[in-house]
């Protein structure tokens, strides 16, 4: 039971990491006119005009967002890697999928792919020595 709590609270502490550099990149880019930053179909529509810092802040908060679920499950769970890797997992696919659903452009989804990977093997590293903490 502890275990699947962890899982929770992993993916949550995931989601706010994630939605808290989300909402930054309206605060430091200028999105296009009638582009809504909250809306996925107003993303996807002007995908073309979202300025590449925005989508570089994206792939910036999947890496922290993988990175700090996987320290908040491991912390939560204090015996098994298990929940981090669950966490990770299901982030690792939502972001390549939401990739591929949003329309990124190549160079986007490439180097998102190998984002979310390296934040899988630096959370690991993360979560091994909050293990090893405790």
């Known amino acids: 039971m502890r275990n699947l709590f962890a899982i929770a609270v992993g993916l949550v502490v ?7 550099l989300y909402i930054l990149g309206p605060q430091f880019f200028t999105f296009p ?17 979202i300025p590449t810092g925005a989508m570089i802040l994206v792939i910036i ?5 993988i990175i700090g679920g996987m320290i908040a ?9 298990i929940p ?3 966490v990770s997992a299901i982030i690792i696919i939502g ?12 160079w986007s989804v490439v180097t998102g ?5 390296a934040a899988f093997f630096v959370g ?11």
């Open 73 to 81: 499950s491991t912390a939560v769970s204090e015996t098994s890697l």
């Open 33 to 49: 006119q009638g582009a809504n930053p909250m809306d996925p179909e107003s993303i996807k529509q002007n995908m073309h005009l």
């Open 113 to 117: 792919m190998i984002t979310v990977i």
């Open 84 to 86: 981090a890797y669950i």
């Open 14 to 20: 995931s989601g706010l990491v994630v939605f808290l």
């Open 124 to 134: 690991r590293i993360a979560a091994i020595n909050k293990l090893n903490e405790e």
């Open 95 to 106: 972001s390549i999928g939401g990739s591929f659903a949003m329309s990124h452009p190549t």
């Open 61 to 65: 908060a999947h890496f922290f967002g």
